[in-house]
């Protein structure tokens, strides 16, 4: 998972990049589709084309359509703010899943638990607030809705985990983002300049390694002790937005990814506990 952040983190400064000319639903469409070469490679010179069979199909085309909203909503918000103040949003995903993972996995939270999750929301609503940090009200509202996608695309991969294999999942993830992506885009499509495929190619090598490594991440563990890694992204993000576009995040930004990291360490240890690790 740490090395899947990491990945995500240089593919998510390469789209903020491309943002700056191409519409949000076309980045998506562009992340998927040069991810797919990426994916498909090992997959024939390894003779495991059989693997990529869907088992679940409704589970694979509902995250299909989670892809589409998440990327496109985060890519706007990247767009619109800086990488650390949208990762900071980001961070609450963990909490998010941690609730759903009740209904939807039949997993147990704990009411302490509980609390955490909604302590980690009010961290968001500290990073949210008027002159909290390098938010404007669009950007918010769209990093929330990548969250809302993100964390209902997490729950869905744990599902999916029990009856299809890795290799089909992350096909899937990308060739069904490609496919809805670039449908929609069709209406604001740019031609895509020469000084561009660098960074296309950049967006396709770390894309499909970071679903890969997230992939199997989230095979291997619950939901809730996996997802509480994506907090090394805020280290990530701050390097790159110091490094790249000379941005610090706020102090806003700064005390509410505090209180939902504490939020999301805290569900990290309980799970940690009850399973005597």
Not at 74 to 98: D, G
Not at 142 to 170: K, N
Request: charge should be positive; glycine fraction near 10%; include cysteine.
């Amino acid at each position: 998972m740490v090395i899947a952040v990491a990945l995500f983190s240089a593919m998510d400064a390469q789209l903020k990049l491309l943002a700056a000319h191409y519409a949000p639903m076309q980045v998506g469409f562009l992340r998927g589709a040069m991810s797919l070469p990426f994916v498909l490679a090992p997959i024939v010179l390894r003779g495991r084309l059989g693997r990529l069979r869907p088992v679940n199909v409704p589970l694979h085309l509902l995250r299909g359509v989670l892809s589409i909203i998440m990327l496109s909503s985060f890519v706007y918000a990247v767009r619109e703010s800086s990488l650390t103040a949208t990762y900071s949003i980001f961070m609450c995903a963990p909490l998010v899943v941690a609730g759903l993972s009740v209904p939807l996995l039949g997993e147990k939270v704990a009411r302490a638990q509980w609390i955490a999750i909604g302590v980690g929301l009010g961290g968001v609503l500290i990073m949210l607030r008027p002159g909290a940090g390098n938010f404007r009200a669009a950007a918010g509202i769209a990093a929330l809705v990548a969250v809302a996608g993100y964390s209902l695309a997490v729950v869905t991969l744990r599902r999916l985990a029990r009856t299809d294999t890795t290799e089909s999942m992350v096909f899937w993830f990308a060739a069904l983002l490609s496919i809805g992506a670039g449908l929609l885009s069709i209406p604001v499509w740019r031609a895509i300049e020469p000084a561009d495929w660098p960074l296309l190619l950049g967006v396709g090598l770390t894309g499909a390694l970071g679903q890969r490594f997230i992939t199997e991440a989230f095979r291997q563990a619950p939901a809730a002790v996996v997802a509480p890694f994506e907090y090394t992204a805020l280290v990530w993000g701050a390097v790159l937005d110091l490094l790249v576009w000379h941005v610090l995040p706020g102090r806003g930004t700064l005390l509410g990814a505090s209180v939902v990291i504490g939020a999301g360490l805290y569900l990290l240890r309980r799970e940690s506990v009850s399973r005597g690790h």
